[in-house]
């Protein structure tokens, strides 16, 4: 009964700022962030940024210099940082990760909810 949670979206004009969370909750030892992707309706999911194992980062063209993923091992968390935020950011966010049990077992390419985010111009 693991879970993967995104919150932190919401409505905001063009040129401000959110910060959006991916936490996991359940029998979780640890959560193995692979990245945040967005949807815009009508269009396909894409990638916008991606974490490693060790915490290398890398980011879509479209938002590098203005989103900054991170993470909280010790909360089994996930953040995305957007600033200076454009109308063409606007979208559902999901967070993917793989999630390691308590038992030791991995169960692969979870994903969250999604929170929608609305830039306004």
């Known amino acids: 009964q693991v879970q993967l949670v995104e919150s932190g979206g919401g409505l905001v004009q063009a040129g401000g700022s959110l910060r959006l969370s991916c936490a996991a909750s359940g029998s979780i030892f640890s959560i193995n962030a692979k990245g945040w992707y967005r949807q815009a309706p009508g269009k396909q999911r894409e990638l916008v940024a991606t974490i490693t194992s060790d915490g290398s980062a890398n980011y879509a063209d479209s938002v590098k210099g203005r989103f900054t993923i991170s993470r909280d091992n010790a909360k089994n968390t996930v953040y995305l940082q957007m600033n200076s935020l454009k109308p063409e950011d606007t979208g559902v966010y999901y967070c993917?990760?793989?999630?390691?049990?308590?038992?030791?077992?991995?169960?692969?390419?979870?994903w969250g909810q999604g929170t929608q985010v609305t830039v306004s111009s």
């Open positions: 993917n990760a793989d999630l390691v049990l308590k038992s030791w077992r991995v169960e692969y390419d979870y």
